[in-house]
């Protein structure tokens, strides 16, 4: 297993498709369903032996939860507030527009 790129809290954005998010959990390597696997065609696939990140993600029309392995993730700079609404459950922005855990969250 190899160590997580991203951490929670950390904006990324999508290395293919057009969305941008928050990283609000990570899984060490694929814990995902089989059916949600075999769904993503075989040639993009990414292998399951690698880091997968739960965020809250949004597009120019929507917000929703993405599950995406690491080797489709960039680090993103902060900028323009997420909108998702959920993000405000867990996370508070700073002033730099960077997002950390809120205080009663921490382990």
Same mark, same amino acid.
């Given at each position: 297993?190899?160590?997580?790129?991203? =951490?929670?809290?950390?904006?990324?954005?999508?290395?293919? /498709?057009? !969305?941008?998010?928050? %990283?609000?959990? @990570?899984?060490?390597? !694929?814990?995902?369903?089989?059916?949600? $696997?075999?769904?993503?065609?075989?040639? @993009?696939?990414?292998?399951?032996?690698?880091? !997968? /990140?739960?965020?809250? #993600?949004?597009?120019?029309?929507?917000?929703? %939860? #993405? /599950?995406?392995?690491? =080797?489709?993730?960039? #680090?993103?700079?902060?900028?323009?507030?997420?909108?998702?609404?959920?993000?405000?459950?867990? !996370?508070?922005?700073?002033?730099?527009?960077? $997002?950390?855990?809120?205080?009663?969250?921490?382990?």
């Amino acid at each position: 297993m190899r160590e997580a790129k991203f =951490q929670i809290g950390q904006l990324v954005r999508h290395r293919i /498709y057009p !969305f941008r998010g928050i %990283v609000f959990d @990570v899984d060490p390597e !694929f814990d995902n369903t089989d059916e949600w $696997y075999e769904a993503i065609p075989e040639n @993009v696939r990414p292998t399951k032996d690698q880091p !997968f /990140y739960h965020l809250f #993600a949004e597009n120019e029309e929507t917000e929703y %939860v #993405a /599950y995406v392995s690491e =080797q489709n993730l960039l #680090a993103d700079q902060p900028g323009e507030p997420l909108r998702h609404p959920q993000i405000d459950e867990m !996370f508070v922005r700073r002033e730099d527009g960077k $997002y950390e855990i809120k205080e009663a969250l921490h382990h």
